[in-house]
């Protein structure tokens, strides 16, 4: 499978917690995108990466959040000291250069955490 | 701002009829616009865009949408739905602040069809 891969696809976690969700983008991708999406929204702009610069981050990224790509690989998004509003579906999604001008994002299939 | 409408928060056809699905956006300059499909379990996956030129895109399995620049709409339509289209449907516009690009979605539309 050459898509863009998401780990773990379901996490349940208590309030306080940290947690941590990896992407792996298509290989050849140098940009990759980090979404939100809570039931009955559209998914929403978190953060983006050109390889492993973080070029913008969404006021939706709260000080509780970070998220890395260290190698302008795979990335990380953590979340500390989650809270029940944090509950929602992550999606990450990457692009070439030129395929991010296009809209051509390809996403992963989604990490759904669960803040009880 | 930027920002998409959806109007149908969930939209029921038979299979064999027809479809069309409302987005409307709001961006000062001309858009990029897309519709993108989910299904149930599976990622988003981009069904048509527009950028310019001709204002009829057509898409992958079917599909088609329209850009009118008088109306700020861009709906999707498919001449005969299969069953295999009940999915979310959500339109987006593209937005380009500097180097950077990302897109903004409408809320979605719930496509369920009928035998």
């Known amino acids: 499978d050459t898509g863009v891969s998401q780990d773990p696809r379901h996490k349940i976690t208590k309030r306080g917690q940290n947690v941590t969700f990896r992407c792996d983008p298509i290989s050849e991708h140098n940009r990759l995108y980090w979404y939100r999406q809570t039931l009955g929204q559209g998914p929403e702009f978190l953060t983006y990466f050109q390889n492993e610069a973080q070029l913008e981050k969404s006021r939706l990224l709260s000080d509780r959040f970070s998220a890395e790509r260290p190698k302008g690989s795979f990335s990380t998004l953590e979340i500390q000291r989650t809270e029940q509003g944090d509950s929602a579906m992550y999606l990450c999604?990457?692009?070439?250069?030129?395929?991010?001008?296009?809209?051509?994002?390809?996403f992963g299939e989604g990490s759904r955490l669960t803040v009880l | 701002a930027q920002s998409v409408t959806q109007p149908d928060i969930h939209i029921t056809v038979s299979e064999g009829a027809s479809l069309e699905l409302r987005c409307n956006y709001s961006y000062g300059a001309t858009p990029y616009l897309f519709w993108y499909v989910q299904s149930p379990g599976q990622g988003l996956q981009l069904l048509l865009k527009?950028?310019?030129?001709?204002?009829l895109v057509q898409g992958i399995k079917g599909f088609e949408a329209e850009f009118k620049r008088s109306q700020s709409s861009f709906n999707l339509r498919k001449p005969s739905v299969h069953w295999s289209d009940a999915a979310e449907y959500f339109c987006a516009v593209g937005v380009s602040g500097g180097s950077n690009y990302k897109l903004t979605f409408g809320k979605g539309t719930l496509l369920t069809v009928n035998p």
């Open positions: 999604a990457s692009s070439r250069r030129q395929g991010a001008r296009t809209g051509e994002l390809f």
């Open positions: 527009y950028f310019s030129g001709d204002t």
